[in-house]
């Protein structure tokens, strides 16, 4: 700057000196000296008296001295001059040096640091040059760069102490340099203000260029010279005019009102849209609704006098402020437009410039938001004439956009023949496409892009939950009504548009659309609907994607509540058992989102409840494990149960804790369902009841065959019976069936157990329910006297079935209550104990001797246990196994069985105890007998076989010595008769026992039950056929019978004759000699005797069935019983009956 001057029109300006541009700088401060020198002397040939500092000095100044005079007056400088720099910019040495020093320590100190993490590389001996103080001298680059680097920093911070070291010197002059550098900030400042006066000089003339001169009056000239004279003078508005007067004033717009009206009455040619004006003050006012008002007048009374405008001002806000000179460039664009096309071209004019300030405002109002609340959500871009601005930026979606231009107005709805006229367009791009039903309202007279911008997302927030709602509402769980659903909506206020759902009983969920980002905003705010915010604000398709998002949170809230009222109950969560996506799809639908697995305690590891949650319900499923292998299996799992959780069920611990009493009661049932399945019984279970506050489990029914100990022999097998199975019987009557209802009747949860209650209505009578004991029944065992019915209460685990113990309890008392029934139906059987297993009765009282037995009912085997007493003399003990038979019968009900043997036990006892007492006194063991009277009965043996309750086998035997002639002599003893002794029932109904021979006599000759045919001739003559017997027996010609309590005469008359035959034996027959020697031929070669190996047993005791014989091989018969309560039985044997086989 120093000396240079500046540039107008290429040229520098010179100010009276001229230099090279090669002078040095102190050249040119001699030269800018001298300057000043000049002009002050120059001056002072014009005035007298010379200003040095605004101090005036008197005289005149030669210019010899003035030099020295003016280097005087600058030593006497005003203070404000010296003062201009204040002391407080200058900063204290000590302080400077300071802060120097510490700079160039922590440089060094980061030097020495970075010089030190160089690496350098050792050279070899050979290759290392040593300096003259022996030292080695490495020449390598990393050490060259280092020393290299250490020489440039001390020499520049030499050249900062060496600076310091300058300042130092003038701080010694600190007053005198605060001085010098006042005084060239002030000729700095001096200098700056003459070079400006220098540079708007220079521009005025620039511009003073073009200045136009008036064009030369032609018109006047031409006057002059022809006339010499001039009329009027034009002034050219260097004479100013007289200002008019009030009247004047008033007279002249008073016509320019009447001319104006005139004239706009009189045009054809005015737009429609200035119609609408007023007249006054001189001008005409033209108004267009929220565009401009305009002001026009004319310049002359004159038929062809234009319009001219006069003003004009905006008719909307913000309206635009406009300066003259524009405004003066408007009037005369407008006047133009006025001279070309009348005030139709005015308008258009005037329209086209409104629209283009209200496209600058609403452009200026987008950058102002994009600016502020909008920043970053806003992008604003001005291509040619339209105004495209782009909202939601940040959005995970196809573009949106608004765009602001000027149509031409030729469009479909223009009229034929009439002008376009342009208007202000806004479309509407939503996600890239067009939206043609754009429902926008704006008014023109206040211009608010902000409230336009709200109305365009508040539509597309509006269309983006419609679209949420069209799909959530297909929902089962809304289209049903179960879960409520709330659209808000709005045209203008996007605030107002939120989209509220329903997710349990007690929680909504509120989705609403922020109207300056585009995000999807979830409320109430959580972790888990942030989460559901962020998620559902990345997809792009928000009708789908969303609204599966949605159903999702809905179910990951539902599992939140079923988790938090499952935490205080009795349920186990199973974590760790977790099912394939193969089985969850087969068993419960590919909808399921979430699941949880629970149990509870007693149930097992069978037994599971699974708590789905999916789009469209929440569902409980209660699950049997059918199979326990690893392998993935379709049949693996069984559903027992399933039912919906209903929304409005408040899912709280009670909740879970009855539905955990609900689901063991089902599985109890089911467990006990599937029991009676497997074992074909027949069963009903009416449906289960969907589980609520108060529900009421099915009871099962099943009705228990009394005659069968079990189903089909499945619940129980007999343990240590050494009893083969009894032969299939047919059966007499339907068996009788006993109706058992079953119910769940709760839970131990102390003891993890289920209890099972069954009610049976007995058909005993009420006289044998109201002497049962309650010992009798047990603790778990109720009765109701009054109804007869029984209670049974039965605890087990829950994945076993209880009927089987049900059962065994029924059964039991069921045989308990029968004795009773019996022993109370028979006079002569009297009660003498009774215990909660076990009654002990007697049946017969003659003199010191009392019989009775004891029966004991054992809980797993169907057969009681008998014991008589005495054992040694009553003769019943040897029907023990024939009366376990009676009681193996599998149709026949225990009732009936136990009537059987009570009566049996009445009837048979005289014939029992008659062949007992004859066994023991001629029986094989019998000891020989020393009277001579009794000689004859001492040489006979009588053996006796229990073949059935009321069968016996009655064998006569004889000694060798007396045997007849026709007997082998081989034969130890000898078989003299075979007897059978079966029941009989007369025409009267009386029971009878009926004598005859057995029954291989009648089948077969060749193996008959005499030993000679005159045996037979003599106990048919004085037995079976005699008439004269004083009625004590029924003679049948082949048999006799007799009543069944009167046995022993027409036995004793049997054995009478047995004896008299063996004590006078008959002569043998010429039949009876052929028989004799052809059993002799038969027999030889045979190392045995002809009657086998065996030995009959001992003496005095009966021989049951299956015990061999002296006569041979004995095969089994079956036994013969009464099949009716009263005791009467067949009146023959089965031909199919086994017999004893003869050698």
Request: charge should be neutral; charged fraction near 20%; include cysteine.
């Amino acid at each position: 700057m120093n000396g240079d001057r500046p540039i107008v029109n290429g040229e520098r300006i010179s100010n009276g000196v001229q230099h090279s541009l090669s002078s040095s700088t102190s050249d040119v401060a001699q030269v800018k000296e001298a300057q000043t020198l000049k002009s002050v002397s120059a001056s002072t040939h014009e005035y007298s008296a010379l200003s040095i500092n605004g101090q005036h000095v008197a005289g005149r100044i030669s210019g010899a001295n003035a030099g020295r005079d003016i280097a005087n007056g600058l030593e006497q400088a005003p203070q404000e001059i010296l003062q201009l720099v204040p002391k407080d910019s200058y900063l204290p040495m000590a302080t400077l040096i300071s802060r120097a020093s510490q700079t160039c320590w922590n440089g060094l100190v980061d030097l020495v640091g970075q010089l030190a993490e160089i690496q350098v590389p050792q050279l070899p001996p050979e290759q290392t040059k040593t300096l003259a103080n022996n030292l080695p001298n490495n020449q390598t680059k990393p050490n060259l760069d280092k020393k290299d680097r250490l020489m440039k920093f001390a020499n520049e911070q030499k050249a900062d102490f060496i600076k310091l070291l300058v300042l130092l010197d003038w701080s010694k002059n600190v007053d005198q340099v605060s001085k010098t550098i006042s005084i060239n900030f002030w000729l700095m400042r001096r200098r700056q203000a003459y070079w400006s006066v220098i540079s708007s000089l220079a521009f005025l003339k620039q511009d003073s260029a073009g200045f136009q001169v008036p064009n030369p009056d032609l018109k006047v000239a031409a006057e002059v010279l022809s006339k010499g004279k001039v009329n009027k003078f034009p002034t050219l508005g260097y004479v100013p005019q007289k200002d008019l007067s009030d009247k004047q004033i008033l007279r002249l717009l008073r016509n320019l009102d009447h001319a104006l009206s005139v004239k706009l009455s009189l045009a054809t040619d005015l737009p429609a849209q200035l119609r609408r004006f007023r007249v006054h003050d001189g001008r005409a006012t033209f108004t267009v609704s929220n565009e401009f008002e305009l002001d026009v007048s004319i310049l002359s009374e004159a038929e062809g006098a234009q319009f001219r405008m006069v003003d004009f001002r905006f008719l909307f806000s913000p309206a635009p402020s406009v300066n003259d000179a524009l405004h003066s460039e408007i009037e005369r664009l407008a006047n133009s437009n006025i001279d070309r096309d009348g005030l139709n071209g005015c308008y258009m004019f005037l329209h086209e410039l409104t629209l283009s300030y209200k496209l600058a405002e609403y452009h200026r109002q987008a950058l102002e938001l994009s600016r502020g609340q909008w920043a970053g959500n806003l992008r604003v871009e001005m291509i040619r004439r339209n105004l495209v601005i782009q909202y939601w930026t940040e959005r995970h979606s196809t573009k949106s956009w608004i765009e602001f231009g000027i149509s031409s107005g030729r469009d479909v709805e223009h009229t034929t023949g009439a002008d376009p006229v342009p208007s202000l367009e806004v479309k509407w791009m939503r996600q890239g496409r067009k939206v043609d039903a754009l429902q926008l309202w704006f008014d023109d007279s206040r211009l608010s892009f902000e409230d336009i911008l709200r109305q365009i997302t508040a539509q597309h927030s509006t269309q983006l939950l419609d679209s949420i709602y069209d799909k959530l509402i297909l929902a089962p769980l809304f289209a049903e009504g179960e879960l409520a659903l709330q659209q808000d909506s709005s045209e203008d206020d996007p605030d107002e548009c939120s989209l509220t759902m329903q997710l349990s009983r007690n929680s909504e969920l509120s989705l609403n659309v922020d109207a300056v980002s585009g995000s999807l905003v979830v409320s109430p705010v959580s972790e888990r609907s942030e989460r559901l915010q962020y998620e559902i604000n990345r997809v792009h398709n928000a009708a789908d994607e969303v609204v599966s998002k949605l159903l999702n949170f809905r179910c990951s809230v539902m599992e939140a509540a079923t988790l938090a009222a499952l935490a205080g109950t009795s349920w186990k969560s199973l974590p760790a058992f977790r099912l394939t996506h193969a089985e969850i799809k087969t068993l419960f639908g590919p909808s399921v989102i979430r699941i949880n697995l629970v149990r509870q305690v007693q149930w097992g590891l069978r037994f599971f409840l699974a708590v789905t949650h999916g789009q469209n319900e929440d569902k409980w499923w209660l699950l049997q494990r059918t199979s326990t292998t690893h392998a993935i299996s379709q049949a693996q799992f069984q559903i027992l149960s399933s039912q919906t959780i209903d929304v409005k069920e408040r899912l709280s611990p009670a909740y879970f804790e009855r539905l955990a009493d609900y689901a063991t009661g089902l599985i109890c049932l089911q467990r006990n369902v599937d029991f009676l399945r497997d074992a074909k019984a027949k069963f009903d279970l009416p449906s289960f009841p969907i589980f609520e506050q108060n529900y009421a489990l099915p009871e099962l029914t099943f009705e228990l065959d009394v005659s069968k100990p079990t189903f089909a022999g499945q619940l129980h097998a007999a343990q240590g019976s050494i009893l083969p199975p009894p032969a299939p019987t047919p059966a007499a009557s339907p068996a009788p069936y006993k109706r058992i209802r079953l119910q769940f009747g709760g839970i131990d949860r102390a003891m993890g157990r289920v209890l099972t209650v069954a009610k049976i209505q007995d058909g005993a009578s009420k006289r044998i329910l109201q002497r049962l004991d309650k010992s009798m029944l047990g603790d778990n065992v109720s009765l109701d006297s009054k109804s007869g019915a029984l209670t049974i209460h039965v605890q087990n685990s829950t994945s076993e079935a209880a009927v089987p113990a049900i059962i065994d309890k029924a059964m039991n008392l069921e045989k308990s209550l029968a004795i009773m029934e019996q022993i109370y139906r028979l006079p002569a059987v009297k009660l003498k104990a009774i215990s909660k297993s076990s009654f002990t009765v007697s049946y017969h009282d003659d003199g010191p001797t009392e019989l009775g037995v004891k029966i004991t009912i054992e809980p797993a085997s169907p057969i009681p246990k008998l014991e008589f007493y005495p054992p040694d003399t009553n003769p019943h003990v040897h029907l023990a196994s024939q009366y376990a038979k009676l009681f193996q019968s599998s149709r026949v009900p225990f009732s009936a069985k136990i009537g059987d043997f009570m009566t049996s036990l009445i009837l048979t006892y005289p014939m029992a105890a008659y062949l007992q007492s004859l066994q023991g006194r001629h029986g094989l063991d019998a000891k020989p007998q020393h009277a001579t009277a009794e000689k004859s009965e001492s040489d006979i043996r009588v053996h006796v076989l229990v073949r059935g309750v009321a069968a016996w086998a009655v064998q006569y035997f004889t000694t060798r010595a007396q045997a007849p002639p026709d007997v082998g002599t081989q034969s130890q003893p000898h078989l003299l008769a075979r007897l059978e002794i079966v029941q009989h029932v007369s025409t009267s109904n009386k029971p009878m026992w009926l004598v005859r021979a057995a029954l291989e006599d009648f089948q077969s000759y060749s193996r008959p039950s005499y030993v000679t045919p005159a045996l037979r001739t003599k106990l048919r003559q004085e037995i079976f056929a005699r008439s004269d017997n004083q009625s004590r027996w029924l003679a049948l010609d082949n048999a006799a019978a007799c009543q069944a309590d009167k046995p022993e005469p027409l036995l004793s008359s049997i054995h009478e004759v047995m004896c008299a035959w063996v004590k006078q034996p008959p002569e043998p027959t010429a039949a009876t000699v052929q028989i004799l020697q052809a059993r002799k031929k038969s027999a030889a070669g045979q190392d045995n005797v002809p009657n086998g190996t065996n030995r009959p047993k001992a003496g005095g005791k009966l021989q049951t069935t299956g015990i061999p014989m002296p006569n041979g091989s004995m095969k089994q018969r079956p036994s013969v019983s009464n099949s009716s309560r009263g005791g009467k039985g067949p009146s023959g044997i089965s031909r199919n009956s086994e017999v004893i086989t003869l050698d």
